[in-house]
C-alpha cells in the first residue's frame, strides 16, 4: 500500500465510450503524474501536475485530457480512444523527486 | 530531451548467483538516477536513487548502483540474488528539482531466478 489509489482497477470501453480514470492520493504530495505503461515499452509519460504548473507530453492524443481540482486528486478523462490504447495507466505523486506509484487501472479498448 | 536505454529486456540467472541489470542514459545536462522495481502483480517502488554525492549507492535488500558520468550509466547490481528478487526494474532519470520534474523511465528488465 503506497498511498495512491486508483480506480477503477480494470475498465473495458467501446472506441466511442467516454469514461475517467481516478487518482487519490492523501500523502501531502506536491506532484501528481500520469504514466502509460504497455508491454516492452518504456513508461511513458502523459502528464505532470504540481501546484504551480502543468507539463505535458507533447505526444499524447487529444482523446486523454487530464484534470487536477486539487492537490490530492488527478482525473483523466477519456474519449473516442482507439485499440492501441489498451495499456495500464498509472498514477503517481511525488515528494522530492521519488515516486509513489498506485496498482494502476488496466483499460482495454475494443 | 532525456532518455534512457535498458538493452537487456530479459535477464535470466541462477539462484545465489551475481547479476548486472544495464542502464545508459542520454542527456545534455546533470541528471538525477533512479532504479524502480515492480514485483509480480504489485506497483512499482523505489529501489535506489542517485541525486549526489557518493557515486555509489546501495538499497536495503543489497542491490546497489554505481552513477558512471563519462560513461552515461547507472547499472544495477547484486553479488548474489535470492528468489524474491524475481521482478521487473526499471531505471529512470530526471533533469532537474522542481515540482513538475518529468521522470523519464526504460523499458525494463524482466530478472527471473532460477533456483
Known amino acids: 500500500e503506497t498511498g495512491v489509489t486508483q480506480t477503477p482497477r480494470h475498465l473495458v470501453m467501446g472506441m466511442t465510450n467516454k469514461k475517467s480514470l481516478k487518482c487519490e492520493q492523501h500523502?501531502?504530495?506536491?506532484?501528481m503524474y500520469w504514466y502509460k505503461q504497455s508491454a516492452k515499452k518504456p513508461l511513458e509519460l502523459m502528464f505532470v501536475?504540481?501546484?504551480?504548473?502543468?507539463?505535458e507530453n507533447n505526444s499524447v492524443p487529444s482523446r486523454f485530457s487530464p484534470e487536477c481540482p486539487n492537490s490530492s486528486h488527478l482525473f483523466l478523462h477519456l474519449h473516442t480512444l482507439q485499440p492501441e490504447d489498451s495499456a495500464l495507466y498509472l498514477c503517481?505523486?511525488?515528494?522530492?523527486?521519488?515516486?509513489?506509484f498506485g496498482q494502476g487501472t488496466r483499460l482495454t479498448v475494443v | 530531451a532525456q532518455s534512457v536505454t535498458q538493452l537487456d529486456s530479459q535477464v535470466p540467472v541462477f539462484e545465489e548467483a551475481p547479476v548486472e541489470l544495464r542502464c545508459n542514459y542520454s542527456?545534455?545536462?546533470?541528471?538525477?538516477l533512479f532504479w524502480y522495481v515492480q514485483y509480480p502483480n504489485q506497483g512499482l517502488q523505489l529501489l535506489l536513487k542517485?541525486?549526489?554525492?557518493?557515486?555509489l549507492v546501495k538499497s536495503i535488500n543489497g542491490f546497489e548502483a554505481e552513477f558512471n558520468k563519462s560513461q552515461t550509466s547507472f547499472h544495477l547490481r547484486k553479488p548474489s540474488v535470492h528468489i524474491s528478487d524475481t521482478a521487473e526494474y526499471f531505471c529512470?532519470?530526471?533533469?532537474?528539482?522542481?515540482?513538475?520534474?518529468?521522470?523519464?523511465f526504460g523499458s525494463g528488465t524482466r530478472l527471473s531466478i532460477r533456483p
Open positions: 503517481a505523486s511525488s515528494q522530492d523527486l521519488r515516486l509513489f
Open positions: 500523502l501531502g504530495h506536491n506532484a
Open positions: 501536475y504540481s501546484l504551480e504548473e502543468r507539463v
Open positions: 542527456s545534455s545536462v546533470s541528471v538525477y
Open positions: 542517485y541525486l549526489s554525492g557518493s557515486t
Open positions: 529512470a532519470v530526471t533533469p532537474g528539482y522542481s515540482s513538475a520534474s518529468k521522470i523519464i
